[in-house]
């Protein structure tokens, strides 16, 4: 039987200094980000993970944001280099999360990555050629995986901080996209569920055993879902949106032999 371990680290003191691409800053209410960040860990244990926190890093506003710094795979994890130069300081707590769990490799300078770019579906990898995400750091994310069978492809994003807000996979067949947002598309062999037209970052869901965790902002998009057949966990996650963060973002989840 496997588990799934949850690795997440507390919203820090300085989540109001977050990195912001595409969303207006608005003031964040701390203490509201906590409760809804601890919701997000609770609907994680209710979806059978085991939960564990990484290092608090108080001053590093976005280290919530912990899916950013790491790649996992069945056989590896492969420790980012993310493309906010004030982000490269949160890796080292998560090399001491996931060593005792996958043999760790690094992505190196120049290149970048940051996880919110990797779509993982099966033995497929797709990467966001985003800001965040360059050519040089993807051809080293393949040169990682490509020996473990892994196909590694870029695709190109607009208007969005990463792929995964733009496309995620809520069943192993099922893509839930916002076609605005893919510059290229390569999901025509998957089904796909198309985001409400007015809810344009409702394409960001995390898939956690049967279930899948999703903000309770998207009703319309939320419908959809549930009428394809999709077990959904509501989450109100509204000041980590201001954070431009989404559902994926606040966890890395590795699959482990129990
Ligand atoms: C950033 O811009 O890096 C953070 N404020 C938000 C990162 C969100 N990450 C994600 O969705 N994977």
Known sequence: MNKIVAIVRDVSDAL???????VERSPIDLALARRQHAAYVAALES??????????L?????????????????????????GAESRRGEGESMAEALRPLRPLA???????????????????????????????????????L????????????????????????VADDIVLVNPRWLADDPF?????????????????????GDV??????????????????????LLDLSELQKAEGATTCCSVLVSVRD
């Not at 290149?111 to 750091?137: E, F, H, K, P, Q």
């Not at 490509?146 to 996979?169: D, I, M, N, Q």
Request: glycine residues 8%; proline residues 5%; aromatic residues 4%.
């Open 212 to 233: 899948v965790l999703y903000p309770a902002a998207f009703p319309r998009t939320a419908e959809r879902l549930c009428a394809a057949g999709i077990d959904l966990r």
């Open 188 to 208: 025509g062999g998957y089904r796909r569920i198309e985001i409400d037209p007015g809810e344009e970052h409702a394409a960001n869901a995390l898939r956690a």
């Open 106 to 144: 690094r992505i190196e300078a120049p290149g970048t990555i940051d996880g919110g770019d990797v779509l993982r579906i099966g033995r497929n990898v797709y990467v966001g050629r985003s800001a965040r995400s360059n050519d040089a750091g993807i051809e080293q994310l393949r040169a990682h």
């Open 47 to 56: 979806a059978g993970c085991e939960v564990r926190v990484a290092a608090p």
């Open 58 to 82: 108080p001053a590093m506003a976005d280290a919530v944001f912990v899916e950013d710094t790491v790649v996992v795979v069945d056989e590896l994890a492969v420790l980012t280099r993310p």
């Open 16 to 22: 109001a200094e977050c990195e912001l691409s595409f």
């Open 146 to 169: 490509a020996p473990h069978g892994y196909s590694v492809e870029g695709v190109r994003t607009r208007e969005c901080l990463h792929l995964k807000s733009a496309v995620t996979a």
